[in-house]
C-alpha cells in the first residue's frame, strides 16, 4: 500500500515525534508507515483521515 | 513531582517483589524437596529483578509521556511469538521422536533449561529482526 504521508505532514508542517503523539503510536510507527515497510489499522488511518481533514484515500493508496 | 502509578505497573512490582523474595527464601532455606536450591533460587531472584526493572521502565516512560506500546509492536510481537512458537513445536517433536526412538535417559532439568534458553533468544531474535522489517 502506497502512502503520501510525509505529504500531508509537511503540509500541516509537523514533525513524525508531533503527529505520533496525536495519533497516540511512536514516532518509529510513524517513520515505518512514511517508508510504506507498515501498513497501519484501519483505526489509525481514520484517525489520520480525521486528524488531516481528508479521506483515507487521500492518504492511501492501495495497489493489487 | 507527582509519579502516577498504574494498577498493571503496581501489579507487576509486587509479583517481581514477590518472586525475588520466594527466590531468597529458597536460597537461604535450602528446602531438602529441592534439588538444586542455589540455581532454583538465584532462577527466582532473576525473573523478579527482570519484573521490577520492567515495571519501574514502564512507570518511568508513562510519566515522561513515551508511548510504549502501540499496534506496530504489538504486530511484531505478535509475528514474533509465532514463529518462535512454531520452531519450538518443531525441536519438542523431534526431540519426542528422538527420546522414543533412543529410549535416551537423560534428565529433564538441562532439557527444560536448554527449551527455555532457546524460546527466550528465538523469540529476541524474531522481535529484533521483525523490527528492522517493519
Known amino acids: 500500500m502506497k502512502n503520501n ?3 500531508w505532514r509537511a503540509k500541516k508542517d509537523i514533525t513524525q515525534e508531533q503527529l505520533a503523539n496525536e495519533m497516540e503510536v511512536t514516532r518509529q510507527t510513524i517513520n515505518a508507515i512514511e517508508r510504506g515497510k507498515y501498513d497501519p489499522s484501519i483505526t489509525l488511518a481514520f484517525k489520520m483521515a480525521r486528524f488531516f481533514e481528508c479521506s483515507i484515500e487521500d492518504i492511501f493508496l492501495y495497489e493489487e | 513531582m507527582v509519579i502516577k502509578v498504574q494498577t498493571k505497573d503496581t501489579g507487576v512490582l509486587i509479583t517481581g517483589f514477590f518472586i525475588s523474595l520466594i527466590g531468597i527464601g529458597i536460597h537461604i532455606f535450602e528446602p531438602g524437596w529441592i534439588i538444586n536450591p542455589s540455581g532454583t533460587g538465584g532462577a527466582f531472584v532473576g525473573a523478579g529483578i527482570v519484573l521490577i526493572g520492567l515495571g519501574i521502565r514502564s512507570i518511568r516512560l508513562k510519566n515522561k509521556g513515551t508511548i510504549v506500546e502501540d499496534e506496530r509492536i504489538f504486530y511484531i510481537a505478535e509475528k514474533a511469538s509465532h514463529k518462535t512458537l512454531t ?7 523431534i526431540l519426542m521422536a528422538f527420546l522414543g526412538i533412543t529410549a535416551f ?22 522481535y529484533h529482526w521483525y523490527k528492522r522489517r517493519f
Open chain 2, 105 to 126: 535417559d537423560i534428565q529433564a532439568y538441562p532439557i527444560v533449561s536448554l527449551l527455555f534458553a532457546i524460546t527466550v533468544l528465538t523469540y529476541v531474535g524474531f
Open chain 2, 87 to 93: 520452531i519450538l513445536i518443531i525441536l519438542q517433536g
Open chain 1, 5 to 7: 504521508l510525509k505529504v
